[in-house]
């Protein structure tokens, strides 16, 4: 059984900068894609970035597309997002996600982890 640990969330002031670690326990993850996704409180889960495998191809929602950059290292089972120029409208639980099926910004994602809230202040 795959589990996914996110780490690196926390409060910060808008402008400012975070990064985030998604690893991975169970068996290697260096075949599948892996994504970030975010939820605000009665808002439906949002995709924010993806990464193929090999991590050759990213993507990535118009909302974050020149301030977020999602990698990944294969060998530690990781996957990163750094988050830079941070607004308030970032505020939200910020969840890893491994393999996915259809595509990634489906969110029918194999794997998930349990969230890091990410909390951005004016």
């Known amino acids: 059984q795959v589990q996914l640990v996110e780490s690196g969330g926390g409060l910060v002031q808008a402008g400012e900068s975070l990064g985030l670690s998604c690893t991975g326990s169970g068996r290697t993850l260096s075949r599948d894609g892996m994504g970030w996704f975010r939820q605000v409180p009665g808002k439906e889960r949002e995709f924010v970035a993806a990464i193929t495998g090999t991590g050759s191809i990213t993507y990535y929602a118009d909302s974050v597309k020149g301030r977020f950059t999602i990698s990944r290292n294969n060998v530690k089972n990781t996957v990163y997002l750094q988050m830079n120029s941070l607004k308030t409208e970032d505020t939200a639980v910020y969840y890893c996600?491994?393999?996915?099926?259809?595509?990634?910004?489906?969110?029918?994602?194999?794997?998930w982890g349990q969230g890091t809230q990410v909390t951005v202040s004016s």
């Open positions: 996600a491994a393999r996915w099926r259809i595509g990634p910004s489906s969110g029918s994602y194999e794997y």
